[in-house]
Nanobody
Framework: QVQLVESGGGLVQAGGSLRLSCAAS????????MGWYRQTPGKERELVAV???????NYADSVRGRFTISRDNAKNTVYLQMNSLKPEDTAVYYC??????????WGQGTQVTVSS
């Protein structure tokens, strides 16, 4: 099993920045890609950004150019730097780890609120 703990959420004004962190523990050697997803009430969870073990990244169109995902393999931690935040970025953000031969692991989520 892999355990994920997110941190860094909070309240910020539009145009501001936040950095989310996700620390992994447990069977970290089985982690392949890691990513950030977000969810608002009544909507499905959506991909925000993903980074592979090799460092390749992919972003949702809505955040490309504003958010940056990075990964520190030595610390088993993935980050999401969020700049130029907009009210529509308000959501619960979840970290996910894609594992080899196992179902993905999810964190507990962290709330991000952007005020206008």
């Amino acid at each position: 099993q892999v355990q994920l703990v997110e941190s860094g959420g909070g309240l910020v004004q539009a145009g501001g920045s936040l950095r989310l962190s996700c620390a992994a523990s447990g069977r970290v050697f089985s982690i392949n890609a890691m990513g950030w997803y977000r969810q608002t009430p009544g909507k499905e969870r959506e991909l925000v950004a993903v980074i592979t073990s090799g460092g390749s990244t992919n972003y949702a169109d809505s955040v490309r150019g504003r958010f940056t995902i990075s990964r520190d393999n030595a610390k088993n931690t993935v980050y999401l730097q969020m700049n130029s935040l907009k009210p529509e970025d308000t959501a619960v953000y979840y970290c996910r780890a894609d594992l080899l031969f196992r179902s993905p692991s999810w964190g507990q989520g962290t709330q991000v609120t952007v005020s206008s």
